[in-house]
């Protein structure tokens, strides 16, 4: 793929000669006598350059505080933080210049160079440069993917409570919320509502960290939090960035944060409170901003009434609370998410799955869905890999606590359920009757292929009322 290079160059001879030099090497250069150009370039043209290459000071101004602008401040267009935001810089200037070089630095270009600069170290940058370009314009493509998966229309349903929870999710990416809660049982998606409150809101370009309060000892997870600097405990060979600080800029989601035991809980109110964490084993504190995204199965109020939470932590974290419903409250939801599924799975699988019987919708919204959204597609997907045609195959159900009035049937055999759920006179009719189906009703060759004398297998027919042929 050939890349674009913007050359913002003054002098007629070098901006001819830089051109011709990287075109020559694969680039499609573009040329721009001064920062108007390039303005018109970018804004207006959208020109989406992989590297700029630009003098620092041209006759309409001075380069930095035209990166400045693309970089950080898109106001003028539309389009800016998508053409330029996310090209390496380089920059040429005809003096030293100690406060600009390090200004450049700081707005994020990627090298400073003096003119007259070798040509060979400067193929070195542009190389170096592109590459790093490249990396940057892959995680923006790819943020953009999980913002567009993750928009609020994700959480699927078309019930009250999903419609609720769609508009109360929308509203909430649009404010700069410091904390909040997700309750609810667990299955009912708060981690997908989590990903939602992230990637839609103004910290999507940023980390998303996720920790499972309940999955890591207290010790491990203190570490983990907090981070920790060599030598803090045993084992502790090297410096280690707590995800607090992994998470600065974006978000921290702390699922099943109701399990993290108070002492730590009392840590986690001062990062949250002061904006600064210190690592295990050191001597300073490191500004943080992070946005903390909690979630439990329990409930949290209560748990601070009795004091098994602690109340200053809950009431920090819940500037807002999302509940989400169980299943079994939003039963019409399934009409939803049972086909958007069975199309995942299907994709996954490389399945046709299309028809779903009648007999399989009333068993799914017969069950309770004491695992919630999770248990569902758990079931799905279990159906779908069985799946041998079209047809949603409702023997691999297999929901608790509901009757399986079928087995499963291969053409080498009879699969029968051990649960509890069909007595041994209905596993005997069955099997007669499917060995009579395969026969075409043919006593003999039934009989044969289940190993039995005609007089046994027609003494079973006359007690199930079973149909023969002879």
Same mark, same amino acid.
């Given at each position: *793929?050939?890349?674009?290079?913007?050359?913002?160059?003054? %002098?007629?001879?070098?901006?001819?000669?830089? !051109?011709?030099?990287?075109?020559?090497?694969?680039?499609? $250069?573009?040329?721009? /006598?001064?920062?108007?150009?390039?303005?018109?370039?970018?804004?207006?043209?959208?020109?989406? @350059?992989?590297?700029?290459? !630009?003098?620092?000071?041209?006759?309409?101004?001075?380069?930095?505080?035209? =990166?400045?602008?693309?970089?950080?401040?898109?106001?003028?267009?539309?389009?800016?933080?998508?053409?330029?935001?996310?090209?390496?810089?380089?920059?040429?200037?005809?003096?030293? /210049?100690?406060?600009?070089? $390090?200004?450049?630095?700081?707005?994020?270009?990627?090298?400073?160079?003096?003119?007259?600069?070798?040509?060979?170290?400067?193929?070195?940058?542009?190389?170096?440069? !592109?590459?790093?370009?490249?990396?940057?314009?892959?995680?923006?493509?790819?943020?953009?993917?999980?913002?567009?998966?993750?928009?609020?229309?994700?959480?699927?349903?078309?019930?009250?409570?999903?419609?609720?929870?769609?508009?109360?999710?929308?509203?909430?990416?649009? $404010?700069?919320? !410091?904390?909040?809660?997700?309750?609810?049982?667990?299955?009912?998606?708060?981690?997908?509502?989590?990903?939602?409150?992230?990637?839609?809101?103004?910290?999507?370009?940023?980390? =998303?960290? %996720?920790? /499972?309060?309940?999955?890591?000892?207290?010790?491990?997870?203190?570490?983990?939090?907090?981070?920790?600097?060599?030598?803090?405990?045993?084992?502790?060979?090297?410096?280690?960035?707590?995800?607090?600080?992994?998470?600065?800029?974006?978000?921290?989601? *702390?699922?099943?944060?109701?399990? =993290? @035991?108070?002492?730590?809980?009392?840590?986690?109110?001062?990062?949250?409170?002061?904006?600064? $964490?210190?690592?295990?084993?050191?001597?300073?504190?490191?500004?943080?901003?992070?946005?903390?995204?909690?979630?439990?199965?329990?409930?949290?109020?209560? *748990?601070?009434?009795?004091?098994?939470?602690?109340?200053?932590?809950?009431?920090?974290?819940?500037?807002?609370?999302?509940?989400?419903?169980?299943?079994?409250?939003?039963?019409?939801?399934?009409?939803?998410?049972? @086909?958007?599924?069975?199309?995942?799975?299907?994709?996954?699988?490389?399945?046709?799955?299309?028809?779903?019987?009648?007999?399989?919708?009333?068993?799914?919204?017969?069950?309770?869905?004491?695992? /919630?959204?999770?248990?569902?597609?758990?079931?799905?997907?279990?159906?779908?890999?069985?799946?041998?045609?079209?047809?949603?195959?409702?023997?691999?159900?297999?929901?608790?606590?509901?009757?399986?009035?079928?087995?499963?049937?291969?053409?080498?055999?009879?699969?029968?359920?051990?649960?509890?759920? *069909?007595?041994?006179?209905? =596993?005997?009719?069955?099997?007669?009757?499917?060995?009579?189906?395969?026969?075409?009703?043919?006593?003999?060759?039934?009989?044969?292929?289940?190993?039995?004398?005609?007089?046994?297998?027609?003494?079973?027919?006359?007690?199930?009322?079973?149909?023969?042929?002879?």
């Amino acid at each position: *793929m050939i890349e674009t290079l913007l050359i913002i160059e003054d %002098e007629k001879l070098l901006g001819s000669e830089l !051109s011709r030099h990287y075109r020559q090497s694969g680039w499609d $250069v573009v040329l721009a /006598n001064n920062l108007t150009e390039a303005r018109e370039l970018l804004l207006s043209k959208k020109l989406d @350059p992989l590297l700029i290459l !630009s003098d620092m000071n041209l006759p309409d101004g001075n380069a930095l505080d035209f =990166m400045e602008k693309i970089k950080k401040n898109p106001s003028d267009s539309k389009t800016a933080k998508a053409h330029g935001a996310f090209a390496e810089w380089l920059f040429l200037t005809g003096y030293g /210049n100690v406060p600009d070089s $390090v200004r450049a630095l700081q707005l994020g270009a990627y090298d400073f160079l003096e003119k007259p600069c070798d040509l060979d170290r400067l193929d070195l940058l542009v190389a170096s440069a !592109s590459r790093s370009a490249s990396i940057q314009r892959r995680v923006a493509d790819q943020t953009k993917n999980r913002h567009r998966r993750y928009l609020p229309d994700a959480y699927a349903g078309h019930s009250q409570q999903a419609q609720d929870i769609r508009q109360l999710l929308a509203k909430l990416t649009q $404010v700069p919320f !410091s904390a909040l809660i997700i309750g609810g049982e667990s299955g009912t998606g708060k981690g997908l509502a989590a990903r939602i409150l992230h990637y839609g809101g103004s910290r999507a370009q940023q980390p =998303m960290i %996720e920790v /499972n309060c309940a999955a890591l000892p207290r010790e491990l997870l203190e570490s983990e939090l907090f981070g920790h600097e060599p030598g803090a405990f045993t084992g502790a060979a090297g410096r280690h960035r707590g995800l607090l600080e992994q998470a600065d800029g974006g978000t921290l989601f *702390m699922d099943e944060i109701g399990e =993290m @035991p108070l002492d730590l809980q009392a840590k986690l109110l001062k990062v949250i409170e002061d904006h600064k $964490v210190r690592r295990l084993g050191g001597e300073k504190e490191i500004q943080v901003d992070v946005q903390i995204v909690a979630a439990s199965n329990r409930d949290l109020e209560k *748990m601070a009434q009795d004091g098994s939470f602690r109340a200053d932590l809950y009431h920090r974290l819940s500037v807002f609370k999302l509940i989400l419903p169980p299943l079994r409250e939003a039963v019409e939801d399934l009409d939803e998410l049972v @086909p958007l599924f069975v199309a995942e799975y299907n994709a996954k699988a490389g399945r046709q799955v299309k028809d779903i019987p009648d007999t399989v919708w009333q068993k799914l919204k017969a069950h309770n869905w004491p695992g /919630n959204v999770r248990e569902l597609r758990n079931v799905i997907e279990r159906c779908v890999l069985f799946a041998d045609g079209s047809t949603f195959p409702g023997q691999w159900l297999q929901l608790p606590g509901q009757p399986i009035l079928e087995a499963l049937q291969t053409e080498a055999g009879i699969w029968l359920p051990l649960d509890g759920s *069909m007595a041994l006179d209905d =596993m005997d009719c069955f099997i007669i009757k499917t060995a009579l189906e395969r026969a075409d009703n043919n006593l003999t060759a039934a009989a044969r292929a289940l190993g039995a004398t005609r007089e046994t297998l027609r003494y079973r027919v006359r007690k199930y009322n079973l149909k023969i042929t002879d």
